[in-house]
């Protein structure tokens, strides 16, 4: 297992019940990719979304933002954290 | 005060100690601009790093990163969270 940030673009005007809501969408089926998303932050302005996961794979981590409705392209591994 | 979420590049190979030190250097001098430097995330591959933030303001986050000797142009506010 690893730590992963994502990042998706296009979501301006983000409320945060809609990031609640995607949050909770991703919970609902993560276990079914051994992930598990643990934080996000949302710039509603620029339409920026962060989402801090530990996962198996980045792979892992989209099949569950996609299953999730919410698919990304942009999956960081991040192995140094402070 | 505010979140923000910013973002460097350029930091392909950067090490474990390499973080460490930057982020030491960041509080080192933080509280001259009222920020609090809380979490950061380095994806060595890519040369990515992500740092959150408690601040007044995205200048005052460019202030103490540039201070710091490592400064960056993309910081977003990032109100909200989960």
Redesign the interface.
């Given at each position: 297992m690893a730590?992963f940030?994502d990042v998706h673009h296009g979501m301006k005007g983000?409320?945060?019940e809609q990031?609640?809501a995607a949050?909770r969408a991703d919970l609902a089926v993560e276990a079914k990719e051994k992930v598990h998303f643990e934080?996000?932050?949302?710039?509603?302005?620029?339409g920026?979304v962060?989402c801090?996961s530990e996962a198996p794979s980045a792979e892992a981590v989209k099949k569950v933002h996609a299953m999730a409705g919410h698919p990304v392209e942009e999956v960081?591994?991040?192995?140094?954290?402070?």
């Open positions: 730590k940030m983000i409320t945060a990031l609640s949050h934080r996000a932050w949302a710039d509603p302005q620029s920026t962060y801090l960081h591994p991040v192995p140094l954290t402070i």
